[in-house]
């Protein structure tokens, strides 16, 4: 079993920068692919980045290409999102999960574990 632990999350402006964290109990961090998603108020759960065990492998929604980079430490068994250019459509309650495999996904299901998300609010 694997718990998650989301911080960071908090208001700020358009145009604005956060970083989260995401710490995972146990001790084989690596062997799991993890990623962000977020939910916004009336609206579906969506994928937002994924990174391989390894951290040599990204992916990324077409949404925040180019403003947001996923990486990890795996030595801290911790995952980061770096949220730049902030926009009020990125308004949500984002969630760090993990899946059973090194190999990264973007879809939820296919996700074992995940954490009880941090909000983040920009304004305009």
């Known amino acids: 079993q694997v718990q998650l632990v989301e911080s960071g999350g908090g208001l700020v402006q358009a145009g604005g920068s956060l970083r989260l964290s995401c710490t995972a109990s146990?001790?084989?961090?690596?062997?799991?692919?993890m990623g962000w998603f977020r939910q916004a108020p009336g609206k579906e759960r969506e994928f937002v980045a994924t990174?391989?065990?390894?951290?040599?492998?990204?992916y990324y929604a077409d949404s925040v290409k180019g403003r947001f980079t996923i990486s990890r430490d795996n030595a801290k068994n911790t995952v980061y999102l770096q949220m730049n250019s902030l926009k009020p459509d990125d308004t949500a309650v984002y969630y760090c999960?993990?899946?059973?495999?090194?190999?990264?996904?973007?879809?939820?299901?296919?996700?074992?574990?995940w954490g009880q998300g941090t909000q983040v609010t920009v304004s305009s």
């Open positions: 999960a993990a899946r059973n495999n090194r190999l990264p996904k973007s879809r939820a299901d296919e996700y074992d574990y």
């Open positions: 146990g001790r084989t961090f690596n062997t799991y692919a």
């Open positions: 990174i391989s065990g390894s951290g040599t492998t990204t």
